[in-house]
């Protein structure tokens, strides 16, 4: 009787588990669009795991060959490479349910291009990829889903490639405060990301970010008050990109 018990309660357990998942990643861009129960169908039908990893812990090296559609089901990962000074560069950060190095799952060279490190205590889904192959074919949106990240993802990059044309920290931060007012439809803006953030998404330090943007007050070129960001002279900032 007391097996029973144990059993029952174990699946119960697994089910909740599975229950949990499922509501998780009805939010990744994989997923957008397709119920919890469908994706409980799928899964269902298609080999997968999910793995526990604590902070710091390692989940994939640069280089390593991208075998599984990876989706963060719980915590935050980072993309990190490390220079050969020995410097530790981060690239990206990934939160639930976003997954990981999804560009990289298919062409000729599907490897991972960072070092992909646990920020914190988190769970990531593991889909085989001739099994997520399947998964695209039985279901159309999940197939549309992922050719929209891919796009969206190369678009990124090439938007990053220009922005990294810019040489000085200045031409950097006015294309990015264009950017952000370009979308706001509005000459204020509020930073998504703190100072410390920004300024490894420039490749400076956090004292060059903070100088620089004292600067561009100082000429009148933008007003800050802490992330909030005015452009009060958008001709002198659109010069900083030329």
């Given amino acids: 009787m007391a097996n029973l018990c144990l059993h029952a309660a174990q699946r119960n357990a697994i089910r909740n588990e599975g229950n949990m998942v499922h509501q998780k990643i009805m ?10 129960d469908e994706i409980k169908t799928l899964l ?10 604590g902070k710091g812990q390692t ?6 060959e991208v075998h599984n559609l990876c989706i963060i089901v719980e915590g935050s990962v980072k993309g990190e490479m ?7 560069l ?3 950060e990934m939160q639930a349910p976003m997954p990981i190095a999804h560009a990289f799952l298919f062409g000729e060279r599907n490897r991972y291009p960072v070092d992909v490190v646990a920020l914190e205590d988190c769970r990531i889904l593991f889909i085989p990829k001739a099994d997520f192959t399947r998964m695209m074919q039985q279901n159309a949106t999940i197939l549309s889903n992922y050719l929209n990240t891919i796009a969206n993802r190369a678009q990124f990059l090439t938007n990053k490639l220009w922005f990294q044309s810019f040489k000085t920290i200045k031409g950097k ?4 405060i264009l950017n952000l007012t370009q979308t706001a439809g509005s000459n204020t803006v509020t930073l998504p990301k703190s100072q410390q953030e920004l300024a490894e998404f420039f490749g400076v330090t956090r ?11 100082d000429e009148g070129v933008i007003t800050v008050n ?6 009060t002279d958008r001709k002198k900032l659109l010069e900083m990109i030329r």
């Fill in 59 to 64: 989940i994939a090296q640069r280089n390593d």
């Fill in 27 to 36: 939010h990744s861009p994989i997923f957008r669009g397709v119920s919890p």
């Fill in 207 to 217: 004292p060059s970010l903070a100088r620089v943007l004292a600067e561009m007050e």
């Fill in 226 to 231: 802490r992330r909030q960001i005015t452009i």
């Fill in 173 to 176: 931060i006015a294309h990015y």
């Fill in 82 to 88: 490390v220079d050969f000074s020995g410097k530790i």
């Fill in 44 to 53: 269902e039908r298609t080999s997968h795991s999910i793995k526990s990893f």
């Fill in 90 to 92: 981060k690239i990206e």
